[in-house]
């Protein structure tokens, strides 16, 4: 199987569990006309409908493949499926872990799995990049983000 149609596959399931996700989202008081769920949708939508072109395309190609080639399809579908664990990970633990932990997560382990090394940058940019991504949805456009256990935990250990 083409490692295009491959990964348009498996994107298609992962926008449809982003929909599902995004689609129990409460909406708060201040919520407006598009809601806290309306930009999760608009990505899922967005990454299902590449997937589907992605898958569909494979279908209509004619497949040449040279023994080179199948292993550099290999790597690059294991590369693929790599940042669909990421992915994965990120939507399943993000509810409970919460949003800020979690995007500063991702940032710090997309940019391992891409060769990046383990350093003080790396960290700095992990948490700078959270906090500009938690200011942008929750300050900017009012989007409000999973905060995940930990609030709960501080109330409790305040008591």
Known sequence: MNRDLVTGLMGLALAIAYYLAA??????????????????????????????????RTLFQKAVATSAGEVSEVYAAKRALGII?????YVAAVPF???PLMIAAVIATAALYQGGRLSWPLALTSVLGAAAFWYVFVY???????EGIWPELIERMRA
């Open 23 to 56: 689609s129990n989202i409460a909406a708060g008081q201040l919520a407006d006309d598009v809601g806290p769920d309306g930009l999760p949708r608009i990505y899922a939508w967005l990454l299902g409908g590449f997937s589907l072109v992605l898958a569909v």
């Open 85 to 89: 664990v990421i992915a994965a990970v």
């Open 97 to 99: 872990v919460g949003y």
């Open 140 to 146: 900017l456009l009012h989007i409000a983000q999973p």
